[in-house]
């Protein structure tokens, strides 16, 4: 059978069966967890607008995804305003206060992810967030979808000596949870953070939530979903169960 983005969807499911028997699942956030990237886009877009920037013309979605979408600060700092790093943290640091602001009144979570949360939780395993965000909107996000208590631990990318698209977060969190690479897979829904998991060692789920699926296969996932609710998720869940000799499974 073969998937809307001309992939094998059995193929897509055996992919995750080798890790049996799972240890861990780690989650990237915005965009993974929360449907947050048009709230990041409108707080870029107003306030660039406001300094004038690209001559006064408000920048688009696909300059966003482009640009901004799942890289680090100091990255987009640096595109922003090349000639001063200075300014263009500053900058961030004051787009992220909005984008905080945003979040406490619009935040909505990626369908099925609760259901994903029983599944994980019913397992045992261990659960790390994963993210380039600063920790004040990673925990904030956290805290606002009720996932406080699920995540075992929050690696913070500027916190790691590299950032994504680095491995150095994903290898992290392995470390902290003493998990193995074998045992464990992620979701994410950037191509950078598609890279940095699979530089990492580990097969990368990815969430076409916003960014075009073309630009996340590059990135080289071991398959994509539209939310947690697919069909090819629960597929490959399903085949981890029955290979690690689970008694329940989720449908």
Same mark, same amino acid.
């Given at each position: 059978?073969?998937?809307?983005?001309?992939?094998?969807?059995?193929?897509?499911?055996?992919?995750?069966?080798?890790?049996?028997?799972?240890?861990?699942?780690?989650?990237?956030?915005?965009?993974?967890?929360?449907?947050?990237?048009?709230?990041?886009?409108?707080? /870029? &877009?107003?306030?660039?607008?406001?300094?004038?920037?690209?001559?006064?013309?408000?920048?688009?979605?696909?300059?966003?995804?482009?640009?901004?979408?799942?890289?680090?600060?100091?990255?987009?700092?640096?595109? @922003?305003?090349?000639?001063?790093?200075? &300014?263009?943290?500053? /900058?961030?640091?004051?787009?992220?206060?909005? /984008?905080?602001?945003?979040?406490?009144?619009?935040?909505?979570?990626?369908?099925?992810?609760?259901?994903?949360?029983?599944?994980?939780?019913? &397992?045992?395993?261990?659960?790390?967030?994963?993210?380039?965000?600063?920790?004040?909107?990673?925990? @904030?996000?956290?805290?606002?979808?009720?996932?406080?208590?699920?995540?075992?631990?929050?690696?913070?990318?500027?916190?790691?000596? &590299?950032?994504?698209?680095?491995?150095?977060?994903?290898?992290?969190?392995?470390?902290?949870?003493?998990?193995?690479?074998?045992?464990? /897979?992620?979701?994410?829904?950037?191509?950078?953070?598609?890279?940095?998991?699979?530089?990492?060692?580990?097969?990368?789920?990815?969430?076409?939530?916003?960014?075009?699926?073309?630009?996340?296969?590059?990135?080289?996932?071991?398959?994509?979903?539209?939310?947690?609710?697919?069909?090819? @998720?629960?597929?490959?869940?399903?085949?981890?169960?029955?290979?690690?000799?689970? *008694?329940? *499974?989720?449908?």
């Amino acid at each position: 059978m073969t998937a809307p983005n001309g992939e094998n969807s059995t193929e897509s499911s055996s992919s995750l069966a080798t890790l049996a028997p799972l240890q861990a699942v780690l989650f990237d956030v915005d965009g993974t967890l929360c449907d947050s990237d048009p709230l990041h886009y409108y707080a /870029f &877009r107003e306030m660039l607008l406001e300094i004038g920037y690209n001559c006064g013309v408000p920048v688009d979605e696909e300059w966003f995804i482009k640009t901004i979408a799942g890289k680090h600060n100091d990255d987009i700092a640096s595109a @922003l305003f090349p000639d001063d790093q200075e &300014r263009g943290l500053k /900058f961030c640091d004051e787009k992220e206060a909005m /984008f905080r602001r945003l979040v406490k009144e619009q935040l909505k979570p990626i369908d099925g992810v609760y259901k994903v949360k029983k599944w994980i939780e019913d &397992r045992g395993l261990k659960r790390a967030a994963v993210t380039n965000a600063p920790r004040l909107n990673a925990e @904030l996000i956290i805290e606002i979808l009720g996932l406080k208590d699920f995540f075992d631990v929050v690696i913070i990318g500027s916190e790691c000596e &590299r950032a994504k698209p680095s491995p150095d977060p994903y290898l992290k969190a392995l470390e902290l949870l003493k998990v193995s690479k074998e045992h464990t /897979f992620i979701f994410e829904d950037s191509a950078s953070g598609i890279k940095a998991g699979v530089a990492a060692g580990m097969p990368v789920v990815g969430l076409a939530t916003r960014n075009p699926p073309h630009i996340l296969m590059e990135a080289k996932p071991a398959f994509l979903i539209k939310d947690y609710e697919d069909s090819k @998720l629960w597929a490959a869940l399903e085949e981890i169960d029955t290979k690690s000799g689970a *008694t329940t *499974t989720t449908v």
